[in-house]
């Protein structure tokens, strides 16, 4: 038996699977931090769960709590003794409460004047009566998006709980929970194997499950699920459809990772790809089954025990399947008895938003935006096809199929509308617009694809934001953050040179006077909720947060621009220079911080550092200025590297704020002429450098 552990196990009725691994995860963490708070902080935290049960492993504990000493102050000293010097009522109430005698009173000095105190000693608890009072206090007030009470009043949780296992060095831990008491027992299977049986160690737990053929770690049914269902594919030519998100599904609605693979009519395969692996996956969280590409009639799903020695489970799941299919077929061939353009009407009976009118208002402001940006964006030859796509983006809502799978808006769009022999880059401009949806996504095919996106992405939030609605906390009704990321990817990875401030103003535009807010206010609050995105993409890339600082500070005319700045500020920093350089650009900030530099005065340039120091100014300037017309941001900084030893020569030798007014304000108008070139790639100021390190890399000092 491993010293210091804790088997923790719940058993509940059926735990829906999406509030599983959140509640397993606060389960661990909050009991983790209550034992840090006593100084009993494990070693190892293992957790783990099954439809049925939520469990717990901590290895490492100690013993018990460490003896402690705590300071307690009383009352003021000249409150705690009458005259003669016997103790006050004030100074006897602190003595009982404390449990010592007058002999061991302190005197201490506080902020306030003398007190009284004494010392209280407290000896530690056992481990074992510690995890008695943390644990059912920690898993009654775990979060549950919904709960229930039960039986004599029992709850509120997320179901009735019917058995806890609670050991600590093969010790129960006495506790109830819902009246329930822990005890060294569990079962297996409720159907399978209900008898219960007990357990010393968490090794034997694990043990006495697997012999009955569950497993309490996510991880590991989800790697056998995987590999089962691949095996069953494979025996029928194919290999399930790459689904991580409904394998962890799978994985997380049995304790017995079985898997059962059935068939349907061939028929169906009439169906597009899309719509009949979302059938499967919705409505019986089944895997599609494909051969280089292309579907075969089998579908593979989980089921809550080993085998199907009398094939229930399969024909149970097969007819389902075939039900849902069939609605699926029906969904299709009404949908195909009218034309997208002729369902464009229906979207003005659709709201897009109560205070921003129909989705047929939205399809015109789309159309308009899209043909705005192909204009701003050089693509002149798509903006026939972006305004046709734009004007049918939304239709897919009117239709039955999306109405029964709200996944598939835009791709059934897509679908339809190359059914109906409509050019390419509008079908996949309607299929790609949602995407990217994450980070993961990949972009919308082609110009098109991207114009009508970014046209929808920015339609919304000038919309919302337009409104005041913005995002608050974790909510975030209307998928702004998502819609605001996808916009920063597409105009990153795709290389879209794009002022912000000129659409924002463009899609304010196009909703008249339906916003409450302006402009100017519109954009104060989008641009620091693009800049957050941007951060947030560029960290991803691996950047540092204050090499995107130093160029978000020197502006966002577009995002590509941007990222080649920021890059350069990467590179620059492995620069031999760099730290002499930082340092000059963050003393010139000091020095010109409240100070409007005016322009450079040749005849006033005295000191020969600081002739030198503009000669070496002037060149650098031009330099700079065509560099970064060309967006050559590395040259820009390579260039400017080279002035950091002039500047140093300058600091030593040259009094900036010299008592003569005309030299000290033409010294600074060099400075700042200095500081305007600086700040042309990025502000260096934000940079954080550690110079210890710095000379340590380069062998100075």
Not at 429 to 439: F, L, M, R, S
Request: charged share 25%; aromatic share 6%.
């Amino acid at each position: 038996m491993t010293q210091g552990e804790l088997l923790l196990e719940v058993r509940a009725e059926e735990i829906p699977a999406r509030m599983l691994t959140p509640a397993v995860k606060e389960l661990g963490t909050r009991v983790f931090e209550e034992l840090v708070a006593r100084s009993l902080a494990p070693a190892e935290v293992e957790t783990g769960s099954t439809p049925r049960r939520l469990v717990l492993v901590m290895r490492g504990l100690p013993a018990g709590e460490p003896d402690s000493e705590e300071r307690v102050i009383g009352p003021p000293v000249s409150a705690a003794y009458r005259p003669d010097g016997t103790p006050s009522p004030a100074l006897e109430g602190f003595l009982r409460r404390m449990e010592i005698p007058a002999s061991e009173v302190l005197r201490v000095a506080t902020e306030k004047g003398e007190y009284v105190a004494a010392v209280k000693k407290r000896e530690g608890r056992p481990t074992r009566e510690v995890l008695a009072e943390i644990l059912p206090r920690v898993l009654a007030a775990l979060s549950w998006a919904k709960t229930m009470v039960w039986g004599t009043g029992y709850g509120p949780w997320v179901r009735p709980v019917h058995g806890v296992l609670a050991l600590f060095d093969g010790e129960i831990v006495p506790f109830e929970l819902f009246g329930i008491a822990a005890s060294r027992q569990t079962v297996g299977h409720p159907v399978l194997s209900p008898e219960p049986f007990e357990v010393q160690d968490a090794q034997g737990y694990r043990a006495g499950l697997a012999a009955r053929g569950l497993e309490v770690r996510p991880a590991e049914r989800q790697r056998w699920l995987a590999e089962r269902m691949a095996e069953l594919a494979a025996a029928e030519g194919g290999k399930p459809v790459t689904d991580p998100a409904l394998v962890e599904k799978l994985a997380a609605i049995c304790e017995i990772p079985g898997v059962v693979m059935g068939g349907f009519d061939a028929r169906f395969l009439e169906l597009p790809k899309e719509v009949l692996a979302t059938s499967l996956k919705d409505h019986q969280s089944a895997f599609a089954v494909e051969r280089e590409g292309r579907l075969l009639p089998f579908f593979l799903t989980v089921m809550d025990r080993p085998d199907d020695p009398i094939g229930r489970v399969r024909s149970g799941n097969e007819w389902v399947v075939a039900a849902r299919l069939e609605d699926a077929r029906f969904f299709l061939h009404e949908d195909l008895k009218r034309p997208l353009a002729e369902r464009a009407g229906d979207l003005a009976r659709l709201t897009f938003h109560v205070q921003l009118g129909s989705y047929a208002e939205k399809a015109e402001r789309l159309a308009a935006l899209a043909e705005h940006l192909c204009r701003e964006l050089g693509w002149t030859a798509e903006v026939a096809a972006a305004v046709e796509a734009a004007r049918l983006l939304k239709v897919d809502l009117t239709t039955e199929m999306v109405k029964e799978f709200t996944s598939l808006q835009g791709v059934m769009g897509g679908l339809y509308a190359e059914r109906e022999g409509r050019p390419e880059a509008v079908w996949q401009a309607i299929y790609d617009h949602y995407t990217p949806a994450t980070v993961e996504d990949s972009l919308p095919r082609g110009p098109v694809g991207k114009a009508v996106a970014l046209a929808d992405r920015f339609d919304l939030l000038v919309g919302i934001f337009g409104l005041g609605l913005l995002p608050s906390g974790s909510r975030d009704p209307f998928g702004l953050r998502r819609a605001a990321l996808g916009v920063v990817r597409i105009l990153l990875e795709g290389d879209l040179a794009l002022g912000l401030d000129g659409v924002v103003a463009k899609a304010a535009e196009l909703y008249g006077s339906r916003l409450k807010k302006s402009t100017p206010e519109i954009l104060q609050s989008l641009k620091p909720f693009f800049e957050d995105r941007i951060r947030y993409v560029l960290g991803l890339a691996g950047y540092a947060y204050d090499e995107i600082e130093a160029g978000l500070a020197a502006g966002v005319a577009n995002l590509p621009d941007l990222a080649a700045r920021v890059a350069a500020v990467k590179r620059l920093r492995e620069s031999k220079d760099f730290l002499s350089l930082v340092l000059s650009a963050k003393r010139i900030a000091n020095i010109l911080k409240e100070t409007e530099p005016g322009e450079i005065q040749e005849a006033l340039l005295a000191e020969p550092a600081e002739k030198a120091l503009h000669v070496a100014y002037q060149s650098l300037a031009a330099e700079v200025e065509q560099a970064a017309r060309e967006r050559q941001y590395q040259r820009c900084l390579e260039r400017t590297v080279g002035l950091a030893p002039v500047l140093d020569r300058f600091f030593v030798e040259v009094l900036v704020m010299a008592e003569d007014p005309a030299l000290k304000a033409n010294r600074l108008a060099l400075l700042g002429a200095i500081q305007r070139t600086l700040r042309r790639t990025a502000h260096l100021t934000e940079v954080v450098v550690d110079r210890a390190e710095h000379r340590a890399k380069f062998g100075e000092g």
